[in-house]
């Protein structure tokens, strides 16, 4: 399995390949987005698009952007998506990690669905808070 960060101007090339797999992500964003404005973000903002792929065929895809905090900068995972990801997760990770390190991020960030604990629980998983949705009217 080979992971790679995708440069911007090859977006369009893989994004068939890929949609299907970014739009769990979207939907649930609950509305936040959908898979076309992830897509735009990749194309106009500073935004990282890696894959996971294998000959021809791509397993998983991950959206990065960087975060800034006072004291910290952060590399923020935003949308990940694929299939069997056992095979591809652990390598991803690493780049990840590489990647933070070489631009000087502190932590990698991400928000998901519960699940995702479970999945990184042997990668040094902290749950720091819960992401709370409260409705502005009832």
Known sequence: MQVSLVPVE?????WPQIEKYLEGPAKY?????????????LLTKPQHLWIAFEDDKIYGA????????????????????GVELKKWKD???????KFAKEHGCKIIE?????????????????SRFVF???PVEK
């Open 10 to 14: 090859y977006v369009e090339n893989v």
């Open 29 to 41: 964003s609950y509305g936040r987005y959908e898979v076309e404005d992830i897509k735009q973000g």
């Open 62 to 81: 991950v959206v990065t952007t960087f975060g800034y905090y006072p004291r910290m900068v952060s590399l923020d995972m935003i949308f990940t998506g």
């Open 91 to 97: 390598p991803m990770l690493a780049l990840l990690q």
């Open 110 to 126: 991400s928000y998901g669905r519960p699940g995702w604990e479970k999945i990184f629980k042997n990668d040094g998983y902290k």
């Open 132 to 134: 709370y949705e409260l």
